[in-house]
């Protein structure tokens, strides 16, 4: 199989697994977007989507916030970890979006990785998710998935970020990361991994992946 042949088939492959994508965080707009995404690093998505409604609840907008203290946001959303530096994160970028926005989030990518607490990773999720402007948002599943099918070096994320726009469509780019993290936790996991339910990794995965699962199962 040819690259271009592996690439295709990867994206049939998504296709017919997830035609219709589900949205991992649960939000209602740019906003709540942003802090639910700010609040899932090193969380999970289940544990955000059940922290986010009690913080919406008393603050769904940088208004109403900013009303709120460090600490008291710090309280709330504890159960999601780093809660230091994500409830100031969250206060800060609130206060900037008021001073700076008008209370809206910015449609750049600039103006978003200026905001306390938000890398390049959160900004594209908000970029894509939000406005629906095309980016490739790349996270532990995806710089997984990435290396084990043969598509990037796996050195680092922002290769791996760079790889994956090379090789897929810019067009399919905001559906496609949605696919691959939903693939890797269903078929693809870094734990119990399962290479005969991953169809993609068993059909065109590196070699040397595929020589160390069996290594591994064959103990």
């Given at each position: 199989?040819?690259?271009?042949?592996k690439?295709?088939?990867?994206?049939?492959?998504?296709?017919?697994?997830?035609?219709?994508?589900?949205?991992?965080?649960?939000?209602?707009?740019?906003?709540?977007?942003?802090?639910a995404?700010?609040?899932?690093?090193?969380?999970?998505?289940?544990?955000v989507?059940?922290?986010?409604?009690?913080?919406?609840?008393?603050?769904?907008?940088?208004?109403?916030?900013?009303?709120?203290?460090?600490?008291?946001?710090?309280?709330?959303?504890?159960?999601?970890?780093?809660?230091?530096?994500?409830?100031?994160?969250?206060?800060?970028?609130?206060?900037?979006?008021?001073?700076?926005h008008?209370g809206?989030?910015?449609?750049?990518?600039e103006?978003?990785?200026?905001?306390?607490a938000?890398?390049?990773k959160?900004a594209?999720?908000?970029?894509?998710?939000?406005?629906?402007?095309?980016?490739?948002?790349?996270?532990?599943?995806?710089?997984?998935?990435?290396?084990?099918?043969?598509f990037?070096?796996?050195?680092?994320v922002?290769?791996?970020?760079?790889?994956?726009?090379?090789?897929?469509?810019e067009?399919?780019?905001?559906?496609?990361?949605?696919?691959?993290?939903?693939?890797?936790?269903?078929?693809?996991?870094?734990?119990?991994?399962?290479?005969?339910?991953?169809?993609?990794?068993?059909?065109?995965?590196?070699?040397?992946?595929?020589?160390?699962?069996?290594?591994?199962?064959?103990?």
């Open positions: 199989m040819t690259k271009a042949e690439v295709q088939f990867t994206i049939d492959t998504l296709n017919d697994l997830y035609p219709t994508i589900p949205i991992p965080l649960d939000h209602k707009d740019p906003y709540t977007l942003l802090i995404v700010l609040m899932s690093a090193q969380s999970t998505d289940v544990r989507n059940q922290i986010t409604p009690l913080l919406f609840e008393r603050a769904d907008n940088p208004y109403d916030m900013i009303k709120l203290s460090v600490e008291e946001i710090r309280e709330i959303i504890k159960p999601v970890g780093l809660s230091p530096m994500k409830s100031k994160g969250i206060h800060g970028l609130s206060e900037i979006l008021i001073e700076k008008n809206e989030v910015p449609v750049s990518f103006a978003l990785e200026e905001l306390p938000v890398g390049h959160t594209s999720v908000v970029m894509s998710q939000a406005f629906g402007i095309p980016a490739f948002p790349v996270d532990t599943h995806i710089h997984r998935l990435m290396y084990r099918w043969g990037t070096n796996g050195k680092n922002v290769q791996t970020e760079k790889d994956a726009k090379r090789l897929f469509p067009g399919l780019w905001n559906d496609l990361h949605l696919q691959i993290i939903w693939y890797g936790r269903e078929y693809s996991p870094a734990r119990g991994w399962d290479i005969d339910k991953d169809i993609i990794t068993k059909t065109i995965g590196r070699k040397t992946v595929l020589d160390e699962y069996y290594k591994k199962t064959s103990r």
